[in-house]
C-alpha cells in the first residue's frame, strides 16, 4: 500500500516536473493519472469498508437471534 502511494506521488512530482519543462501533454496525463489511481483506491477502500461493517453487523444479529432462542 504504502509503495503504490509512493508511485502515485511520483507520478504526480513528474507531472508536475514536465509541466515546469513544457511538456504539458505528458504532465496533465502524469497528473492526472496519479490522481486517479489514489481517488480509485480510496472509494474502492471505503465500498469494502462498508461491506465488511454489513458483514459484521448480520454476523452479530444472528448471533444474539440466535442465543435468545435457546
Known amino acids: 500500500m504504502i509503495l503504490g502511494f509512493l508511485v502515485c506521488v511520483l507520478a504526480i512530482l513528474a507531472g508536475t516536473y514536465a509541466l515546469m519543462k513544457g511538456r504539458n501533454g505528458f504532465g496533465i496525463a502524469a ?29 452479530i444479529t444472528e448471533a444474539a437471534r440466535h442465543a435468545t432462542n435457546r
Request: aromatic share 6%.
Open 31 to 59: 497528473i492526472i493519472g496519479g490522481l486517479a489511481s489514489l481517488t480509485t483506491a480510496f472509494i474502492y477502500g471505503k465500498s469494502e469498508q462498508k461491506k465488511d461493517l454489513e458483514r459484521r453487523r448480520q454476523a
